[in-house]
């Protein structure tokens, strides 16, 4: 007998949900998407509400819930699935503070349920490649550029620009999720430089160096104002070479030569490791990029820019 469906509500019909989770979902047989909760938009041919309680309140005998929302509410969210019973699944960043991790997985283990913090940009085959490779090797200095213009990719998105939304850490948490799962020691904040538009709460370019056993090797420019050539690479020297994961860890070259990889399965491999999560009634929690974060916020200097308005 296969093992049991697993009954879905999702939690938040915006672009990712559209681009990734619904087409991830509806191709993992393990999965019944049932019914889905947004503010504004639902999905043809499901039931729809307007929030989290109503979802949870009309009795469609849920197993597990998945949350695209913005994380400024992510974690009151995950809270409410908990109470109800339920699994999580939590989109990156996995809520708007390290403390409100703390407590889910305090909470989740506390109810015997499955809670995952989900890091999309880990699950690339050229991350697992990279990870591989540089676990052997005397690693040199590290440069992130994560550049790309918030007007082209996130328009509109005032969220990511209030308390909470995380500015160009939205984006540059991918390449520090990255970053935290390639290199072989413990990473580490040294400093940072961030730049705020005086009429916006988060940084939108930042710059940070980070220690990697204790060398301050690594070096990030993270800008989502950059109108020019759009770039998410990350690069690591080594006595063997210059390893390059170039557009956003998708594509990596080893001293020069481009190493061929099958298509990526990003969101698929998610879900299946959500189902293999809850069947072996474990948690996944890793909030390293976002403690990268969160030092970043702790230890930069801020410098006032000109307002930005989309
Ligand atoms: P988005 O397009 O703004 O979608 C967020 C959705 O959540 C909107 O439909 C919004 O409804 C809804 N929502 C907000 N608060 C809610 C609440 N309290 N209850 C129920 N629904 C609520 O944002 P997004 O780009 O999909 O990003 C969402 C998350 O996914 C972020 O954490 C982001 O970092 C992550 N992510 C995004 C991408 C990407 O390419 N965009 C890629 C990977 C991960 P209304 O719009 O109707 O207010």
Partial sequence: MGKARI?????????????????????????????TASKHDGVDGLPHHPDLRSLLDAGHELDAIVLCT????????????????????LEKPPAAALSQVERLR??????????????????????????????????????????????????????????????????????LSILTAIMPGVLALEAADLHVPANR????RAAM??????????????????????????????????????????????AGDALP??????????YERFATLIDSGRSEVDARPLTLVADAMMLGTVHPIAPFEF
Wanted: aromatic fraction near 6%.
């Fill in 106 to 175: 305090h909470e989740a283990a506390r109810a015997g349920l499955s809670l995952f913090t989900s890091w999309h940009s880990r699950e690339s085959l050229a991350v697992d490649a990279a990870k591989a490779w540089l676990a052997q090797r005397q690693i040199g200095a590290v440069r992130i550029a994560w550049r790309e213009n918030v007007r082209e990719w996130h328009p509109g998105q005032d969220w990511l620009l209030a308390a909470g939304g995380f500015g160009v850490f939205d984006p540059a948490i991918n390449a």
């Fill in 7 to 35: 009954r879905l509500g999702l939690v938040g019909v915006g672009k990712i949900a559209r681009d990734q989770h619904i087409p991830a979902i509806g191709g993992n047989q393990r999965f019944d998407l049932v019914a």
């Fill in 70 to 89: 913005p994380p400024a509410v992510r974690s009151e969210l995950a809270h409410q699935a908990l109470d109800a019973g339920l699994h999580v699944f």
């Fill in 209 to 254: 160096t980070l220690s990697h056993d204790g060398a301050p090797i690594v070096h990030c420019d993270l800008d989502i104002l950059h109108e020019g050539h759009q770039q998410w690479d990350i690069e690591v020297e080594s006595v063997d070479g210059l390893l390059t994961l170039g557009a956003g860890g998708h594509v990596l070259t080893i």
């Fill in 201 to 204: 709460a988060m940084p939108m």
């Fill in 261 to 270: 990889l099958a298509p990526n399965r990003e969101y698929p491999r998610l």
